[in-house]
T-cell receptor, first 113, second 117 residues
Framework: NAGVTQTPKFQVLKTGQSMTLQCAQD?????MYWYRQDPGMGLRLIYY???????DKGEVPNGYNVSRLNKREFSLRLESAAPSQTSVYFC????????????FGSGTRLTVV | KQEVTQIPAALSVPEGENLVLNCSFT??????LQWFRQDPGKGLTSLLL?????REQTSGRLNASLDKSSGRSTLYIAASQPGDSATYLC????????????????FGKGTHLIIQP
């Protein structure tokens, strides 16, 4: 099925560990995004990429790095995980120049202990 | 900074009722507005997208309106069903996006809807 695929779906990390969240889309979209969702805070933008080779900070970029590997893939890396990064992470993509909106992945539930 | 507010935060109604969910935003410089549905433990499913030049969009029992000048949108659900139970999220995309500037949706915190059988 076409859409946005995120891996892993669940992850538990110890404080200080690193990990990379993977995201891939097969809709040929140019723009890709990473959001985090926290109770009471809603969804907040971490980073986005308007096209292959470009990335920009969103509202809450501290503690994260991203890589737009190619047009399909956009990864999010936590270099030294902290309990404050416990959250549900969503990847999304969109196609500019059309009436399409955003398509979201199913999310990664991350717990940092 | 754009702020999006959704009222009510929670709503519980009997099956069959028509209902309205409200969304307001502080900055009218938007490119579009999108309504999403989120089921517990799941991702977001797009319901309706309204471009800034449009007044409303319809899909089945759903109708979304947009009044950009007043910073308001409503999602109307007709003849509600238990399967409509979910959290409904409103999000706006900045106008700066269209000029190659800042992008990214600003979300409201959602309305948690329960339809009683």
């Amino acid at each position: 099925n076409a859409g946005v695929t995120q891996t892993p779906k669940f992850q538990v990390l110890k404080t200080g560990q690193s990990m990379t969240l993977q995201c891939a889309q097969d809709m040929n979209h140019n723009s890709m995004y990473w959001y985090r969702q926290d109770p009471g805070m809603g969804l907040r933008l971490i980073y986005y990429s308007a096209s292959e080779g470009t990335t920009d900070k969103g509202e809450v970029p501290n503690g994260y790095n991203v890589s737009r590997l190619n047009k399909r893939e956009f990864s999010l890396r936590l270099e030294s995980a902290a309990p404050s990064q416990t959250s549900v992470y969503f990847c999304a993509s969109s196609q500019e120049g059309t009436s399409y909106g955003y398509t979201f992945g199913s999310g990664t539930r991350l717990t940092v202990v | 900074k754009q702020e999006v507010t959704q009222i009510p935060a929670a709503l519980s109604v009997p099956e069959g009722e028509n209902l309205v969910l409200n969304c307001s935003f502080t900055d009218s410089a938007i490119y579009n507005l999108q309504w999403f549905r989120q089921d517990p433990g799941k991702g977001l499913t797009s319901l309706l997208l309204i471009q800034s030049s449009q007044r409303e969009q319809t899909s089945g029992r759903l109708n979304a309106s947009l009044d950009k000048s007043s910073g308001r949108s409503t999602l109307y659900i007709a003849a509600s069903q238990p399967g409509d139970s979910a959290t409904y999220l409103c999000a706006v995309r900045p106008l700066t996006y269209s000029g190659g500037g800042a992008d990214g949706l600003t979300f409201g915190k959602g309305t948690h809807l329960i339809i009683q059988p």
